[in-house]
């Protein structure tokens, strides 16, 4: 019977590199069959919903350049040039038969209704002809 030292190694991995890993770990490993347990720190949709944040994440970006500035996010409260303040419900919302973008938001006064419009519009300046004491640049900005 021979004694020798063992070590412990643990590994987080995203699931994409979890086969070249554990390839890596038999080709160095001195036994023939090293014992290897892998847990999943995740189930499959949490793995796609963090994909999901992602590419949100990436699609604000490039909306925020598209509009030169921040785009509206759940929870925030945006100040409408009529002198109204409105709470996000969410932003961007994708219309599933045209693709395009609108935001949701809830009215801070009178009956706090719930309302949609596109995000081209929601995003757009004053139109400062038809509405000259309008007092912003822009139909809405956050406060």
């Given at each position: 019977m021979s004694e020798?030292?063992?070590?412990?190694?643990?590994v987080n991995v995203s699931s994409d590199n979890l086969n070249s890993?554990?390839?890596?770990?038999?080709?160095?490993?001195?036994y023939e069959e090293p014992v290897i347990n892998v847990i999943p720190?995740?189930?499959?949709?949490?793995?796609?919903?963090?994909?999901?944040?992602?590419?949100?994440q990436e699609q604000r970006r490039l909306l925020g350049a598209k509009y030169r500035r921040a785009?509206?996010?759940?929870?925030?409260?945006w100040y409408h040039f009529k002198n109204n303040d409105y709470k996000i419900v969410a932003c961007p919302?994708?219309?599933?038969?045209?693709?395009e973008i609108y935001c949701v938001y809830q009215a801070l006064y009178g009956s706090y209704g719930i309302?949609?419009?596109?995000?081209?519009?929601f995003m757009s300046e004053v139109d400062h002809e038809?509405?000259?004491?309008?007092?912003?640049?822009?139909?809405?900005?956050?406060?």
């Open positions: 020798a030292e063992e070590l412990k190694v643990e890993t554990l390839l890596a770990i038999r080709t160095v490993h001195p720190l995740c189930a499959p949709r949490e793995e796609a919903l963090m994909e999901e944040m992602k590419e949100n785009i509206p996010q759940s929870g925030e409260v919302v994708i219309h599933t038969e045209s693709q309302y949609c419009r596109p995000l081209d519009m038809k509405y000259p004491q309008a007092g912003q640049k822009y139909r809405f900005e956050k406060k």
